[in-house]
């Protein structure tokens, strides 16, 4: 039998004690892993919580009377501002920041500054309706809407908490705050068994609407487009199954879900109501 070489006894003690470290390695981490919850409780993400802008200069004018009669309906939709709960503190937006109706619902507090005329108050409003531009008068003489003006025509209640109605136009400092709302965001529906158009309403947090989809029981969801103001529509069949919808806002670009809006037996020309809203 061939001479066993001196150095492999010593050899085959390091491997054995590799082995024997290898193999406590192994316990060890399995132990370690065992200790690991299965389960880790994922911290829930803050509400996304709109705060207000700085303030900045733009002009002020009232349309209608003291009842604020002709300020009901509008460009955005929402009808009797009254009973859908935005009361007399509105006023229509220069197209500069109407924004083609992605301003419909924001908030704005203005109060007037450098006049005479001026008292003070500070109005808080909503964005209600559209100011067009008057192409037939400039922009300093009766255009007060024009491009690129920043222009507030406010509900003549409103106007009246910031200044005296016989100064006409005032300069204002005015700047975006949050809309506090009651309760949950409000659906109002419209169209037909194929098209249904929805008015959004009582929205909090920015007050704006830049994306929204609607989701039957029987269907994925379903990207609504922008018809105009604050409403959205979707071409689709969907009568007979409960609504639910997804909004993203305009500003915070944030997305809420609204579950279950909508029973399955709705029907147009009724409002439904969320339990959800932006903050």
Known sequence: MAPVHPLWGLCVFVASIMIILSTLDSVTAATYTSRVPRTTRVPRTAPVVYTPSPWTLA?????????????????????????????????????????DGYACGQCYQIKCVESPWCSKGVATITATNLCPPNWSKDSNAGGWCNPPRTHFDMA??????????????????????????????????????????????????AGDIGQMWVKGT????????????????????????????KITSYTTKQTIMCNNVAPANWNLGLTYQASVNFH
């Open 218 to 245: 029987k269907t994925a969801w379903i990207s609504m487009s922008h018809n105009w103001g604050a409403s959205y529509q979707a071409f689709a069949t969907l009568k007979g199954q409960a609504l639910s919808f």
């Open 59 to 99: 002009h002020a004018t009232f349309y209608g009377d003291e009842s604020a009669a002709s300020t009901m309906g509008g460009a955005c939709g929402y009808g009797n501002i009254v009973t859908n709960g935005y009361g007399t503190d509105t006023a229509a937006l220069s197209s500069t920041i109407f924004t």
């Open 156 to 205: 003549k209640p409103a106007f009246m908490k910031i200044a005296q109605w016989k100064a006409g136009i005032v300069p204002v400092q005015y700047r975006r705050v949050p809309c506090i709302r009651t309760g949950g965001i409000r659906f109002s529906f419209q169209g037909n068994g194929y098209w249904l158009l929805t008015y959004v309403m009582n929205v909090g947090g």
